[in-house]
């Protein structure tokens, strides 16, 4: 009987040793790592409430606005002079890209994974040097084209586009100034609570105040 127990001992022992490991190995383990890349993954998702928004609303008519009106200026096979065109042309060709790409990068939430760049400041200084290189656009190719249907076209399509994009840097100038006041009561939230934090974790400091 002592040995049958010792064989059993033995049994039981190298059973449990035989399912610690099995456990270690197990993909039914801990699920921090899915969590995490679920979490991360999560993070890139489709921001509806900013394409409802009046910024996003703006954003997509003037990536549409600044590709119509690139559209029409390429349809125009022939110019005398072209330098107004090509000004155009290219005027057009950078709002529809630049926006285009800040706008995919605020839907998207992209922007929060770069937080070393001041978005905000970025898009102000795009509206604003858009508005005003498609109104120095809109006003040369007024002024040297032949009166075709595609320049005209483009014309019409380069003064919205300037329209949309000065009402878009007013909005942002405004939310510009509005900023300082709601980063300088964060800056002391999260100063107060690094203060506290360090206080905390020096016992000695709360003891000579006791």
Not at 94 to 123: C, E, K, Y
Not at 150 to 179: C, D, H, M, P, Q
Not at 181 to 205: K, L
Request: glycine residues 6%; charged residues 20%; aromatic residues 10%.
């Amino acid at each position: 009987m002592r040995g049958n127990s010792e064989e059993l001992d033995g049994f039981d022992g190298e059973a449990s040793s035989a399912s610690m490991i099995s456990g270690a190995s197990s993909p039914y383990q801990p699920t921090t790592e899915p969590v995490m890349q679920r979490h991360g993954l999560g993070g890139l998702r489709c921001d509806l409430d900013y394409l409802r928004s009046v910024f996003g609303i703006l954003k997509v008519t003037q990536v549409v606005l600044a590709l119509i009106a690139f559209i029409c200026i390429e349809t125009i096979m022939h110019c005398s002079p072209c330098e107004g065109l090509y000004f155009f042309e290219f005027v057009s060709c950078s709002a529809f890209v630049v926006t285009g790409v800040l706008l995919l990068m605020f839907s998207i939430n992209l922007h929060t994974r770069i937080p070393q760049i001041n978005w905000n400041l970025t898009d102000l200084v795009n509206t604003g040097l858009s508005a005003f290189f498609f109104l120095i656009a809109s006003i040369v190719l007024v002024s040297l084209n032949r009166k075709t249907g595609a320049e005209i076209a483009a014309v019409i399509f380069g003064f919205l586009a300037t329209a949309v994009y000065a009402v878009n840097t007013y909005l942002a100038v405004k939310k510009w100034k509005s900023r300082p006041q709601s980063t300088r009561q964060s800056s002391d939230y999260r100063r107060a609570r690094t203060e506290s934090r360090e206080a905390d974790s020096r016992p000695e400091i709360q003891h000579l105040d006791a």
